[in-house]
């Protein structure tokens, strides 16, 4: 079956513009999470989605980050005002939401390029 | 506050070697722990996963082995591959906490 996955692939932004991230999960599974990856770095936490609600947004650096799951399924990463230090990979994963599994499969990421 | 780290940044092994990666954790409440493989320009892949009531898991050519006494994870890697090359995070979370906290990963080189 399909795994998860993003688009774009690179989105290339200037400084202040606002930008959106997709992701689509594996299909039926109701977890989603955003992660932030920078160069060297591991990934690093931003929200997690059980089905429409953010179940934890602890992650977000500040208030120009915003995400979203309407439905259930696909999630946007929104990012408004954009600066050089939002350069990184925004990855997505997805879960099914069973109790004591957590096994998060990724998707390939988009990586942003704020000019 | 929490952490999860590496030892080493760079493992360089012989093809056919085996391969042991390290991993310290600093949260007592960590119960769940997995080992990522991430190649260049991709996703992390899932490798293997423990959870804390137990001390090691086998997976096919690999082993992950946990030391909750030191708070220490290890992954090895038998007659390890060329196609084994990249980078490995280990990451946990505890009960409660769906998030997942990633270390810093070692990146393993395999010389053919």
């Given at each position: 079956?399909?795994?998860?996955?993003?688009?774009?692939?690179?989105?290339?932004?200037?400084?202040?513009k606002y930008v959106e991230l997709r992701c689509d999960p594996i299909s039926g599974h109701t977890a989603l999470y955003w992660?932030?990856?920078?160069?060297?770095?591991?990934?690093?936490?931003?929200?997690?989605?059980?089905?429409?609600?953010?179940?934890?947004?602890?992650?977000?650096?500040?208030?120009?980050?915003?995400?979203?799951?309407?439905?259930?399924?696909?999630?946007?990463?929104?990012?408004?005002?954009?600066?050089?230090?939002?350069?990184?990979?925004?990855?997505?994963?997805?879960?099914?939401?069973?109790?004591?599994?957590?096994?998060?499969?990724?998707g390939p990421g988009t990586r942003l390029t704020v000019l | 506050g929490e952490s999860v780290g590496l030892h080493l940044p760079?493992?360089?092994?012989?093809?056919?070697?085996?391969?042991?990666?390290?991993?310290?954790?600093?949260?007592?409440?960590?119960?769940?722990?997995?080992?990522?493989?991430?190649?260049?320009?991709?996703?992390?892949?899932?490798?293997?996963?423990?959870?804390?009531?137990?001390?090691?898991?086998?997976?096919?050519?690999?082993?992950?082995?946990?030391?909750?006494?030191?708070?220490?994870?290890?992954?090895?890697?038998?007659?390890?591959?060329?196609?084994?090359?990249?980078?490995?995070?280990?990451?946990?979370?505890?009960?409660?906490?769906?998030?997942?906290?990633?270390?810093?990963?070692?990146?393993?080189?395999?010389?053919?």
């Amino acid at each position: 079956g399909a795994g998860v996955s993003q688009t774009p692939s690179n989105k290339v932004t200037e400084k202040g513009k606002y930008v959106e991230l997709r992701c689509d999960p594996i299909s039926g599974h109701t977890a989603l999470y955003w992660y932030r990856q920078s160069l060297g770095q591991g990934p690093e936490f931003l929200i997690y989605f059980q089905g429409t609600g953010a179940a934890d947004d602890s992650g977000l650096p500040n208030d120009r980050f915003f995400a979203v799951r309407p439905e259930g399924s696909v999630s946007t990463l929104k990012i408004q005002r954009t600066e050089r230090g939002d350069s990184a990979v925004y990855l997505c994963a997805s879960s099914p939401h069973q109790a004591g599994v957590n096994e998060q499969f990724f998707g390939p990421g988009t990586r942003l390029t704020v000019l | 506050g929490e952490s999860v780290g590496l030892h080493l940044p760079t493992l360089s092994v012989q093809e056919g070697d085996n391969s042991i990666i390290n991993c310290a954790y600093s949260n007592s409440a960590s119960d769940y722990f997995i080992w990522y493989k991430q190649e260049s320009g991709k996703g992390p892949q899932f490798i293997i996963d423990i959870r804390s009531n137990m001390d090691k898991r086998q997976g096919q050519r690999v082993t992950v082995l946990l030391n909750k006494t030191v708070k220490h994870l290890s992954l090895q890697i038998a007659a390890t591959q060329p196609g084994d090359s990249a980078v490995y995070f280990c990451a946990e979370n505890h009960t409660g906490r769906r998030a997942l906290t990633f270390g810093s990963g070692t990146r393993l080189q395999v010389q053919p």
